[in-house]
């Protein structure tokens, strides 16, 4: 039965809709175009895609079990998230072996009604120099061992550049569909474009963990603003960046290569994997001050980067959806076209979450 759904705006990948309609059938877009006669208030967009969330208000990826899972599920719903990227921090390589496992028990539970989780993505541990929050004593060199025997749930890991190989594995990884990001990094310019020749595709929270650009040794940051083969991703929660940087970052980039993401850890219970943190009222921290992930949700990203950097509603829209859905490949999420996935968010005038469709149920 196919479902019409009308609205002021409808934010689609070729510009937005005011007003539109989208037609739903079988869990599927079937139509998009502009609406005639009166429409309600609101604002379609597609579901986001976040593609790093250690966990959520008080509970923690690495040690998610059972129902803890649909609690992320109602958590990620309410911020509009529609697919994302369960993620684990650095930590002993044989302590990734059981939560994978239950990534990917989560990952295989029907489908229907909930948020997909689109793969995991492992931070860590084959970082660079800037470890930031990660434990310093499990930041190790490339394991061929592990890298090989890697279970087929992970979709994304971030790495540092600068390590021995990098270029033959990240070659690797992306032969095996695996999207390859790199971040926590001193690395040089030459060495963050050698990376991208190799297939690294994403650069993790842009500006974080990483030295500042500097005009003559340009690094990770001058690589990432300037390689059009690499998108960045930013957490947009005004407290790892300055919303000028926001604007920069928009700028030199493009829409199309810019990612939100959270970066989101469970920070009203402290924990992050093995890692304790203190929530200071703005972002989680160690207890040097060291920035932990954020409290951040994609919701408050995407109303922080319209609010505060200037962006557009629809460039906004395409780094919280489509963006990070082209860099894991999925072609029928993250945009509100024919054939898409009915994953479909309605906002209100402020930009608040008021409904949410996944495959054209409606869960919100
Ligand atoms: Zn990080």
């Known amino acids: 039965m196919t479902e019409t759904l009308a609205a002021a705006r409808v934010v689609t990948p070729a510009g937005v809709l005011a007003p539109g309609v989208v037609e739903v059938d079988g869990g599927v877009i079937t139509a998009v175009g502009s609406a005639t006669g009166p429409v309600p208030a609101r604002t379609l967009v597609p579901g986001f895609v976040d593609l790093q969330v250690n966990g959520i208000d008080d509970v923690d990826v690495a040690g998610a079990r059972g129902t803890d899972w649909d609690r992320l599920d109602e958590l990620l719903v309410a911020q509009g998230v529609t697919a994302w990227c369960p993620t684990l921090v650095t930590n002993a390589l044989d302590s990734f072996a059981a939560p994978l496992a239950e990534i990917a028990g989560a990952?295989?539970?029907?489908?229907?009604?909930?948020?997909?989780?689109?793969?995991?993505?492992?931070?860590?541990?084959?970082?660079?120099?800037?470890?930031?929050?990660?434990?310093?004593?499990?930041?190790?060199?490339?394991?061929?061992?592990?890298?090989?025997?890697?279970?087929?749930?992970?979709?994304?890991?971030?790495?540092?550049?600068?390590?021995?190989?990098?270029?033959?594995?990240?070659?690797?990884?992306?032969?095996?569909?695996?999207?390859?990001?790199?971040?926590?990094?001193?690395?040089?310019?030459?060495?963050?474009?050698?990376?991208?020749?190799?297939?690294?595709?994403?650069?993790?929270?842009?500006?974080?963990?990483?030295?500042?650009?500097?005009?003559?040794?340009?690094?990770?940051?001058?690589?990432?603003?300037?390689?059009?083969?690499?998108?960045?991703?930013?957490?947009?929660?005004?407290?790892?960046?300055?919303?000028?940087?926001?604007?920069?970052?928009?700028?030199?980039?493009g829409a199309a290569r810019v990612v939100l993401v959270t970066d989101a850890v469970a920070w009203r219970s402290h924990t992050v994997g093995d890692i304790r943190v203190r929530f200071d009222g703005r972002a989680p921290r160690l207890a040097d001050g060291t920035l932990a992930g954020s409290a951040l949700s994609m919701d408050r990203a995407l109303r922080n980067v319209v609010g505060h950097a200037g962006i557009g509603l629809a460039d906004a829209v395409r780094a919280a959806a489509t963006t990070p859905a082209d860099l894991l490949g999925l072609a029928d999420r993250g945009r509100i076209e024919v054939g898409a996935r009915a994953d479909v968010v309605a906002l209100d005038d402020d930009l608040e979450v008021a409904a949410v469709r996944i495959g054209g149920e409606r869960v919100r």
């Open 107 to 253: 990952a295989a539970r029907p489908p229907d009604g909930r948020p997909a989780i689109a793969g995991a993505h492992l931070e860590g541990p084959f970082l660079g120099a800037m470890h930031g929050a990660h434990p310093h004593q499990h930041v190790v060199p490339f394991d061929d061992a592990f890298l090989k025997e890697l279970p087929p749930v992970v979709r994304l890991v971030t790495l540092g550049p600068e390590q021995p190989g990098a270029p033959a594995v990240i070659a690797d990884l992306t032969n095996r569909g695996i999207t390859v990001a790199l971040g926590h990094s001193a690395a040089s310019f030459d060495e963050v474009a050698a990376a991208a020749g190799a297939g690294a595709s994403l650069v993790t929270h842009c500006f974080n963990g990483m030295p500042p650009l500097h005009h003559r040794e340009p690094g990770m940051v001058g690589a990432a603003l300037s390689d059009p083969r690499l998108a960045v991703s930013l957490i947009a929660d005004l407290v790892h960046v300055h919303p000028a940087a926001l604007t920069i970052a928009f700028r030199a980039k």
